[in-house]
């Protein structure tokens, strides 16, 4: 489909030395890879919806806009947890 043609190549991340800077050695600064959840849950420990996730390596993204644009997003909900209280 073009959802998975598009996806692999725009939305799979590879570690490259832009993911080291700014001392973020051993580890992408980006947080790749993503945590694989198998179903998405409400965790009340963080007061924070975890999505599902089936590849840690690929950017959450909208299936929408990822075929009628064309290009690289990372779409993430902030409507709970640690996330939220940044805003």
Same mark, same amino acid.
């Given at each position: 489909?073009?959802?998975?043609?598009?996806? =692999?190549?725009?939305?799979?991340?590879?570690?490259?030395?832009?993911?080291?800077?700014?001392?973020?050695?051993?580890?992408?600064?980006?947080?790749?890879?993503? =945590?694989?959840?198998?179903?998405?849950?409400?965790?009340?420990?963080?007061?924070?919806?975890?999505?599902?996730?089936?590849?840690?390596?690929?950017?959450?993204?909208?299936?929408?806009?990822?075929?009628?644009?064309?290009?690289?997003?990372?779409?993430?909900?902030?409507?709970?947890?640690?996330?939220?209280?940044?805003?």
């Amino acid at each position: 489909s073009e959802v998975k043609k598009c996806g =692999e190549v725009l939305q799979r991340h590879h570690c490259r030395s832009v993911c080291h800077k700014y001392g973020n050695e051993g580890h992408c600064r980006f947080l790749f890879p993503h =945590e694989e959840v198998d179903v998405s849950h409400f965790d009340a420990e963080t007061n924070s919806v975890v999505f599902m996730c089936r590849d840690g390596t690929v950017n959450y993204f909208n299936p929408y806009i990822l075929v009628s644009c064309h290009h690289n997003h990372d779409i993430k909900c902030i409507l709970s947890g640690l996330d939220n209280e940044s805003i």
